[in-house]
Nanobody, 123 residues
Framework: QVQLVESGGEWVQAGGSLRLSCEASGRTPSRYALGWFRQAPGKARDFVAV????????YYDDSVKGRFTISRDNAKNTMYLQMNSLKPEDTAVYYC????????????????WGQGTQVTVSS
């Protein structure tokens, strides 16, 4: 079992930056692949980014490529999502996910999900 807690979501103006964090606890969280999904109001939950357990490989949705950076610090059992050049369409609840392997192509069948953190980008 792995527990995931997101933080860092808040209101920001377009063009601004935010860094989200996801703290993992439980059984050997550093061995899990981690990722981010997001869900905008009235829309489906969408893949954002994923990072392997070692941090060696990352993969991004085209909508965030070049603007968002996923990283992790296994010593702290924490994953980050640095979001730059934010756009109003990035407004969503952002969810942290974990599984034994990086689920690619992305799907919604990740084993563990956090409760989400709200990001609001105003124009």
């Amino acid at each position: 079992q792995v527990q995931l807690v997101e933080s860092g979501g808040e209101w920001v103006q377009a063009g601004g930056s935010l860094r989200l964090s996801c703290e993992a606890s439980g059984r050997t969280p550093s061995r899990y692949a981690l990722g981010w999904f997001r869900q905008a109001p009235g829309k489906a939950r969408d893949f954002v980014a994923v990072i392997t357990w070692s941090g060696e490989y990352t993969y991004y949705d085209d909508s965030v490529k070049g603007r968002f950076t996923i990283s992790r610090d296994n010593a702290k059992n924490t994953m980050y999502l640095q979001m730059n050049s934010l756009k109003p369409e990035d407004t969503a609840v952002y969810y942290c996910v974990a599984d034994w392997y990086a689920r690619l192509p992305p799907d919604l069948d990740w084993a563990y999900w956090g409760q989400g953190t709200q990001v609001t980008v105003s124009s």
